[in-house]
């Protein structure tokens, strides 16, 4: 297994709506675990492929206290949303920023597993939260997107002045 570099924003490639995975070979599951390992060591609760330049739709989470509950989502679909509310984010390609988005507090979803399984998914709270930001990454979406222009501004400035500083 590897720990394979997060690309940050404004990288073009975190903006680009991810197609369906279709093989479920030995490569995607290498790919699978090298993104576990790539989200544990960051330390991060969820990761999108396309976030380690990867352009399928895929994403792997793990919302549980002890990091021993992970969960791959591949091709996911939104079957239901209610309870919509205000929660604090972060995310990975956006290192050293938090901001107050709007997510559903429930979330029913359908996607496949690691080997091509599909499975059902009743989502509340964090593992809710996670959902519909890994949801958008693999759609090309940030959580900034829903902030307003002046902020967005600011923190790509930020992210392009400590890229600058690296
Ligand atoms: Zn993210």
Redesign the pocket.
Known sequence: MAVLPILHHPDPRLRKKTPPVQQFDQKLQRLIDDMFETMYAAPGV?L?AN?VGVQLRLSVMDCSEHHDQPIVMINPEVLGAEERQEMEEG????PDIRDKVQRYNKIRLRALDRNGQPYELEAEGLMAQCVQ??ID?LDGK??IDYLSSLKRERIKKKLLKAAAGD
């Open positions: 969820g999108a976030q995310c990975l390609s956006l930001h890994e990454h940030l959580y």
